[in-house]
């Protein structure tokens, strides 16, 4: 999937160079990127009963969707077409691409800020626990996920026009000022069903904000490393983000698992004691909201690498029409 995944996102920052195109191809992607997980998952149990269910339907539902998509990946990279600056790219050496990164400090607060982008959702593997025990079972699990995958779809193309007014970091910001609203109101009224749907919609539809926008901002992060050491590493920066997100979702999970445990909670039990329920609030409701506040305060730092790229896009230009 990585190794998938990788190039794919990579590709909007070499086949074009204009900024608004890239945008567009980010939300572009961002948007479809979420429907298909909206529709996977919706009617995952249903394909999967025609397919006879159990783990044979299992089995051949995600075949199927494995195949689908590889097709599907395999025409995107045939059918598209690279454009650069320059009209060759020499093969970066391990050491100089990592020195490169390594000196842009957008990558390091890119890469951090994937980490936590990674880590709240995983915090969210407790949805189940929180609906079971502070909702009395009121609320079905399938139904509120599908909604939190719907809620980013519809953030995407919301945010569309807000992105273009305002700019990708400051859009993105205030998707997640959402998302934090939305953790606001489960503190207001924990217990409330209808709380709970309202403030899934909310933290799901910040979110969107951010899905959209996210492959331009790892391609500005591209533009500046080029800019500023001459090097040129898509694939190391798109793979610090990759590697931010993969131990964010372990971080998220680790931490889920501990608080359970630190709680005492009882896997089966018809009720949990105060110590187990408030540990489930505290991954439902606190971890995510600590870590979202954190994405915001990343994409602060990154106001500033979007107000220059207008003339690092310009310099850059320039100097490779001189070579």
Known sequence: LTAMALPIQALGSVI???LEQRLKISQIFG?????AAVVINLFASKIMAVFGGGASGYFYYFGTVGLIGGLMMVA?????????????????????GLK?????????VLTFMQLMVALVPSMWAVTAYYCIYWLNGAVDVGAL???????????????????????KGKSAALG?????FGSILLIIAPTSVAMAWIAAFFRAF??????????????????????????????????????GMK????????????????????????????????????????CPLIGTSLIVVCLVFLFSLENKMPQIREELLERNKES
């Open 176 to 180: 997640f000022l959402f998302q934090i």
């Open 100 to 108: 490169s990164i390594f000196t842009n400090q957008y990558w390091w």
């Open 206 to 243: 910040g979110v969107g904000g951010y899905s959209g926008v996210i492959v331009a901002l790892r391609a500005d992060v591209v533009e500046y490393g080029d800019w500023k050491t001459g090097v040129r590493a898509e694939g190391m920066v798109f793979s610090g983000a990759s590697f």
């Open 31 to 35: 948007f479809f990127n979420t429907l």
């Open 76 to 96: 995107c990279f045939k059918l598209t077409r690279e454009r650069t600056d320059k009209p060759k790219y020499d093969k970066v050496p391990l050491g100089l």
């Open 145 to 167: 996920m599908s909604l939190m995958w719907g809620g980013i779809t519809i953030g995407v193309l919301a945010f569309i026009p807000v992105t273009r007014k305002i700019g």
């Open 247 to 286: 131990v964010g979702t372990g971080i998220g999970g680790a931490i889920v698992a501990a608080l359970l445990a630190w709680g005492g909670y009882v896997a089966g039990a018809a009720t949990q004691t105060e110590k187990a329920m408030s540990a489930i609030k505290f991954a439902f409701i606190y």
């Open 16 to 18: 074009t160079t204009n």
